[in-house]
Structures are given as C-alpha cells and as structure tokens.
C-alpha cells in the first residue's frame, strides 16, 4: 500500500485535516527524494537525516518542519551544521517516525 495514501501512521493527536494529511506526507516524501541521504535511525525515537546543505532547501526544510509542528506539536526538528537534521519524538509517537523513515527510504 501506498504509504502516502495510507496515513494511517499520523496519530489522531495530529490537527491536520484529514484531507491534508496525504498533501503533507507528499511534501516530505519530495523533500526526501530530492534531498535527503540514507535515514539513520538512532533510536526509536530518533532520526537522522542529512538533507542537500542548500539555502532553498535548508528553507524549504525548515518551512515544512514548522508547519508540522505546528499542527504536532509533540515534533522537534533539529537542523545543524551541513544540511544535518534530527527529528525527534516522545516514544509514543514512535510510529509516526517509523512512517518518516520509510518514506525518506
């Protein structure tokens, strides 16, 4: 199944409408595939990307990380030095990182 299409990752705690929700996915999966190395997940709750050290992209990164973070708050974005970026959530969220991870992969 088409994890895009399927969500069903994105807890109910998320404030995103419905409708947008697979709209948002679609953002990061194109963030990903045309900027992202290998994912390296550091814990269950910890992600590591490193994402093209580019100014449009580094912007473009932060402006998505923001917005959802404003609709989850439980979402902490980390960017660093090199185009570096952690993502990281409380355990019971674990899920939602799973669904990032997969679709960074």
Do not use: K
Not at 45 to 64: F, G, I
Not at 66 to 85: N, S, V
């Amino acid at each position: 199944m088409d994890i895009i299409a399927d969500a069903s990752f994105v807890p109910d705690s998320c404030r995103l409408p419905s409708a947008d929700r697979p709209l948002r996915l679609a953002e990061f999966a194109d963030l990903f595939a045309r900027s992202a190395g290998q994912p390296d997940r550091v814990s269950s709750t910890r992600l590591r990307l490193t994402l093209d050290d580019d100014p449009a992209v580094l912007a473009a990164a932060r402006d998505l990380a923001a917005r959802e973070t404003a609709c989850c708050a439980f979402f902490t974005f980390t960017f660093g030095d090199g185009g570096a970026l952690t993502v990281d959530v409380p355990a019971p969220q674990a899920a939602v990182l799973d669904g990032l991870e997969r679709l960074a992969r």
